[in-house]
């Protein structure tokens, strides 16, 4: 055991690795996307908007050493995710990591909340991730083993453990995102049970909980709070999350330093959450 490499080059290689990443055309799909194509990975991205995933694929190339691709895909139905699944099988018959990271939000005032904002909510955050991680099975669980099995990186939310569905930072004044926050805690007890069916296949589930990160979905709680800096001071430490948090953290669940992690739910806002007191319930 002494002479086991435990080098950093050892313990978060990803280099040569196949990674699909829904919703990798924009915010942290993005910059998880970076991480792993600046490590060596091939990264395969996809998103409803052509245009972005171009865009995003573009700058990664160029920044290599791995490379990146695009499938167009909407995968807010079942029939999505399907035709999805079947684009990526068709290039590649194995696939090292799945980040389920596709995901949206809705706000609206309680007594008129719209069956839209939880249908659409619901389909996309927590659906999609059943129909993706099953359909991909087979190529995740494809040559893997207990030192290295498949991955799945599930995109959560510290949203899923707050009881304030109402007026928050990144909503408008009346508003509430209730679908939203059930949706993620929904998000954290399939990882458990996901991890749970899959461990015996060697493949590992964990959640990623993120607070606010710069990205489509809180851009106007970025807009009305002076750019961010409203949001930032908010923080213990006074800083809002970026592209080196988001990408550090996917990238050691990727990797043999994340081997045996497993079912976890990691919360990922700088300790914001616990410094306002806590999950109150």
């Given at each position: 055991?002494?002479?086991?490499?435990?080098?950093?080059?050892?313990?978060?290689?990803?280099?040569?690795?196949?990674?699909?990443?829904t919703g990798?055309?924009?915010?942290?799909?993005?910059?998880?996307?970076?991480?792993?194509?600046?490590?060596?990975?091939?990264?395969?991205?996809a998103?409803?908007?052509?245009?972005?995933?171009?865009e995003?694929?573009?700058?990664?190339?160029?920044?290599?050493?791995?490379?990146?691709?695009?499938?167009v895909?909407?995968?807010?139905?079942?029939?999505?995710?399907?035709?999805?699944?079947?684009?990526?099988?068709?290039?590649?018959?194995?696939?090292?990591?799945?980040?389920?990271?596709?995901?949206?939000?809705?706000?609206?005032?309680?007594?008129?909340?719209?069956?839209?904002?939880?249908?659409?909510?619901?389909?996309?955050?927590?659906?999609?991730?059943?129909?993706?991680?099953?359909g991909l099975?087979?190529?995740?669980?494809?040559?893997?083993?207990?030192i290295?099995?498949?991955?799945v990186?599930?995109?959560?939310?510290?949203?899923?453990?707050d009881?304030?569905?109402?007026?928050?930072?990144?909503?408008?004044?009346?508003?509430?995102?209730?679908?939203?926050?059930?949706?993620?805690?929904?998000?954290?007890?399939?990882?458990?049970?996901?991890?749970?069916?899959?461990?015996k296949?060697?493949?590992?589930?964990?959640?990623?909980?993120?607070?606010?990160?710069?990205?489509k979905?809180?851009?106007?709680?970025?807009?009305?709070?002076?750019?961010?800096?409203?949001?930032?001071?908010?923080?213990?430490?006074?800083?809002?999350?970026?592209?080196a948090?988001?990408?550090?953290?996917?990238?050691?669940l990727?990797s043999?330093?994340?081997?045996?992690?497993?079912?976890a739910?990691?919360?990922?806002?700088?300790?914001?959450?616990i410094?306002?007191?806590?999950?109150?319930?």
């Amino acid at each position: 055991m002494a002479s086991e490499d435990l080098s950093s080059n050892t313990l978060f290689d990803i280099k040569g690795k196949v990674a699909v990443i829904t919703g990798g055309g924009s915010g942290l799909g993005t910059m998880m996307a970076a991480a792993y194509v600046q490590n060596g990975a091939r990264v395969i991205i996809a998103s409803r908007k052509e245009s972005q995933l171009k865009e995003v694929t573009d700058v990664l190339n160029k920044k290599g050493p791995g490379s990146c691709e695009y499938i167009v895909a909407d995968i807010g139905s079942k029939a999505g995710c399907d035709a999805l699944i079947d684009a990526i099988k068709k290039k590649v018959s194995k696939i090292h990591i799945l980040v389920n990271n596709s995901g949206g939000t809705w706000g609206a005032p309680w007594e008129k909340f719209p069956e839209q904002g939880w249908d659409k909510v619901m389909a996309l955050n927590v659906k999609s991730i059943f129909y993706m991680t099953s359909g991909l099975t087979e190529l995740l669980e494809k040559d893997a083993s207990a030192i290295d099995p498949g991955r799945v990186i599930n995109i959560s939310s510290v949203a899923s453990w707050d009881s304030r569905a109402q007026d928050g930072a990144l909503s408008a004044g009346g508003a509430g995102v209730w679908s939203y926050n059930t949706s993620k805690a929904a998000v954290n007890h399939l990882t458990t049970t996901m991890a749970v069916t899959l461990g015996k296949r060697f493949i590992t589930v964990n959640a990623i909980c993120p607070g606010i990160f710069p990205s489509k979905m809180t851009a106007f709680g970025f807009k009305r709070s002076d750019d961010g800096k409203a949001l930032a001071d908010a923080h213990p430490m006074g800083r809002y999350g970026g592209p080196a948090d988001i990408g550090g953290v996917a990238l050691m669940l990727a990797s043999r330093a994340g081997a045996h992690v497993s079912g976890a739910h990691i919360p990922l806002d700088g300790g914001s959450l616990i410094a306002r007191g806590g999950f109150k319930l």
